[in-house]
């Protein structure tokens, strides 16, 4: 790679994720450019987004991963526009060629919930408990189109039945608490499409839910896509799930992105430690082998407040150096050995090298290791 080109890739946050020509043949529906977000707070300034660039096409799903804290739903929120008046946000939000930032107020609200939809985290709470799920979801459709009531719940009970909720006519009339967890996650997902959306944020859409409705969920998800055409942004941290359902992976770490690229190929060659850190803590076959002791990362997230030095994640990573503690590194393109060509992988790490000659990035974060590193500081 040229260092003219890495230029253009570190500063042209559209570069960094325009899919190269002739990659894919979908239509862009969302493109996030350079997004921060920041609160101000009387102990300081949260800065919870910092500069978070990506693409989304037609069909396509993007799972966004990272800790808690590292600015994932932050940054879907600020999609809808969803966060407070005091948070500071710049950057670009472009759905189908317009600026959302830029709309009033009331062309944001024509937009959400009828071309941008959202799974919520917690149905109980993201649902109204004195009003019945029917109600509910005929509002969404109301909300944009003046339809009388009737032909309203019947377009309800059309996303009910979409979604395999069993009886779904008289479904309508139950409250969210008559629901199983499963159904209520269900029943937002049916709110989400009842209006054939372009684009579909899932926040964290399985969280405490047992693994068999978790699989149901994301069936349901995944067949929603291809009913009405939507893109998904998932957002989870469950690396299981996105190697499972997403087409492309953006990695996180104190609101900045870290790594960005195919999920197979950043799972199988992850380029930033933090990615490998993330694999090797997760119990399933894309992390650790069976019968394998999880390798966790040490340490805890950095306080958005008051960010380290250099790059983020340089207290908590086994490859640290003095450069790591001084420049923050840039999300640059890799070089990979495998994979399609043309596919885009990104990563911000000073020695992304090392991990790519590394026969399992993973060893990085063996307990001798961590270990080592420590008793040389």
Do not use: W
């Not at 300081?44 to 993007?62: N, P």
């Not at 710049?90 to 944001?108: F, H, N, P």
Request: charge should be negative; glycine fraction near 8%.
């Amino acid at each position: 790679m040229s260092m003219r080109e890495s230029s253009r890739t570190a500063h042209d946050p559209d570069a960094a994720t325009r899919l190269p020509p002739g990659a894919g043949e979908a239509a862009e529906v969302l493109r996030v450019e350079d997004l921060t977000v920041s609160f101000p707070t009387d102990d300081g300034l949260v800065q919870a987004v910092r500069g978070v660039s990506y693409t989304v096409r037609e069909r396509e799903v993007l799972g966004i991963v990272g800790e808690s804290g590292s600015g994932k739903s932050v940054s879907s929120l600020a999609v809808l526009g969803l966060i407070p008046r005091s948070a500071q946000v710049t950057g670009r939000i472009v759905y189908r060629g317009d600026d959302v930032l830029a709309m009033s107020a009331k062309a944001q609200r024509q937009l959400r919930g009828n071309r941008i939809a959202m799974v919520f985290q917690d149905p109980m709470t993201a649902m109204n408990p004195v009003h019945t799920v029917g109600d509910q979801i005929a509002e969404m459709v109301r909300s944009h189109e003046p339809l009388p009531r009737k032909v309203a719940l019947a377009r309800a009970k059309d996303a009910l039945d979409l979604v395999g909720i069993p009886q779904a006519e008289t479904r309508l009339r139950a409250y969210p608490h008559e629901f199983s967890g499963g159904m209520r996650q269900r029943a937002m997902i049916a709110m989400a499409i009842v209006n054939r959306p372009d684009v579909i944020l899932a926040d964290e859409p399985t969280t405490a839910l047992d693994v068999t409705v978790q699989a149901q969920v994301l069936d349901t998800l995944l067949e929603m896509k291809d009913a009405v055409g939507a893109a998904i942004v998932l957002i989870t941290h469950d690396l299981g799930v996105v190697a499972d359902v997403a087409d492309r992976v953006l990695v996180m770490y104190a609101g900045r992105p870290v790594e960005l690229g195919e999920s197979r190929g950043v799972f199988r060659d992850p380029r930033m430690p933090y990615t490998a850190g993330l694999l090797g803590s997760t119990p399933s076959g894309s992390g650790t082998a069976a019968g394998e002791r999880l390798r966790p990362i040490s340490g805890n997230p950095p306080s958005l407040i008051d960010l380290p030095s250099g790059c983020s994640f340089h207290p908590r990573c086994p490859l640290a150096d003095d450069v790591c503690c001084s420049e923050v590194p840039a999300l640059l393109r890799q070089e990979r050995a495998h994979g399609a060509p043309g596919q885009l992988h990104l990563a911000a790490c000073h020695h992304s090298d090392r991990l790519a000659e590394a026969s399992d990035p993973i060893d990085f974060f063996r307990p001798e290791t961590t270990t080592a590193r420590g008793a040389q500081r």
